[in-house]
């Protein structure tokens, strides 16, 4: 199968910069072209080999393979203007989580059939080039939405790629990929905003009441180190969603609360057990 | 100093075997008595070689040393009569969550003084003697409570060997204690289980969601995996702060939600950003 030679990465943060180490192992002899908003993430992934050159979007023409890794209101303003100025056979591919805004702006598209919309179930709490980590794929989820529509030969090409970074591929429509991942990403990352919040307007009060944090706390606000860059966009894209899980969740943490103010210690170590059920459903996570 | 032999476990499950397989390490000599509720529990530390002796609270007066590690209510009910049962040498320390109420329990107890409330702030999601994990200890913070009411030559031999172990000391009133822990430890627990509940009503319905979880919500619902046995009591002991942090945690998820509700998105990147100062109070957690 034909190499992709000159690979774009537009947003040259931990995901895309995840991409380029990938790229540089799996395809040595690539060259990688940068773009990014910002002036100092660019110099700062050309210093440290990341990306071979600093580019624009008017080189765009040069792409074999273009990634898209910027947030995802970003991504729904660039998409188009990125499928115009690209050649009949260049493979465009967004990794942004949320994917039913994104494939809705592109779904009139003339070059729809160039683009494919994806989601690696992988990161971390960090951002920016230093972010970056070789291998952040490896053994990970992508999810892939409306994969038909999508050239066949350009599917094949990226499903090898994606299966050389060390991937797991799941075919899904966007509208179930938003809803589900509303559940198991977006609500995590503002119950854990929210737990951060809520302790650190007690300290402003409290003195030294982190010294009393230990492993478990530190575990449920890791998301919360999260760059709010990347974050509002994906809350404002997946708003519905986001709100219905939100509403499950105080519900859920309201009933609770009522239980311990009723002293209903049956039902509060109930709710518990129940729950206890997810160590068999994360194994492996 | 005098080193302690006759050492006594009540409670041979994460906290008690762990404590069990340091003293092993920095008190080679000494003789290891468990005590617990569940006889296959003690059979199971007896074959792993974790306490030498399956005991009872009959033979407590061997007793030099004795360390409760059980469930807090269990605690509240046991240790008059541990310290009634233990000579006028024998130390005596609780390893709970919460510190108010076994303190109160204690304070009018003729051998007060042969005891110390002690907190460990360590700890995983598993429970019973297999979850038992060597230098579990090792560089955590200890909580001492009321070390002033301990008498004076037990709290030095309390202390050498908690630094042996590791553990840092910081001192505190039990209130205090069960305020601030509520806020890095118990609540951070209800969070955790509640977006696990949540998001496993969902599943109920929605196959394979649980294919989209990546290390994100790994971490946020770890703590869900947690034994009822344990925290049920824990919120029963500490309820009207663990209520405390509750309502203002479920008021700023209601704050967020609002903010998304009404498309506020500077003020829901404010909220995050805000938030994100917690790198720098986490680090080294």
Redesign the interface.
Known sequence: MEEFKNIFIIGVGLIGGSVARDLRRILPACEIYGIDASKDNLEEAVGMGLINHSSGLEELHLADLVFLAIPVDQANLFLPPVLDAVREDTLVVDMGSTKASVCKTVAEHPKRRNFLASHP?????FSGPSAAIEKLYDG??M?ICEVEKTAFKLQERALQLFSDMGMRL?YMDPES?D???A???H?????????????????KN?K???????????????????N??T??PI??EN?EN??E??????D???N??NL??N?E?EA????????????S??KG?
Chains 1, 2 share one sequence.
């Open positions: 179930i992988a990161g971390t709490e990970k989820t999810i799941r990929h809803r589900h991942i559940y198991v990403s609500l995590s990352h503002i119950s854990s905003f929210m737990l951060g919040k809520t302790v650190m307007e007690k300290e409290e030294d009441i982190f010294d009393m944090a230990g492993s478990g706390f530190a575990s449920t606000v890791r998301l919360a180190k999260s709010p860059a974050w509002t809350f404002k708003r986001v709100l899980t939100l509403k499950e969740y105080i859920n943490l309201n609770f609360k311990l103010e002293a210690y509060v170590h109930a709710e518990m057990k129940n729950t206890n059920h997810i160590k459903i994360l996570l």
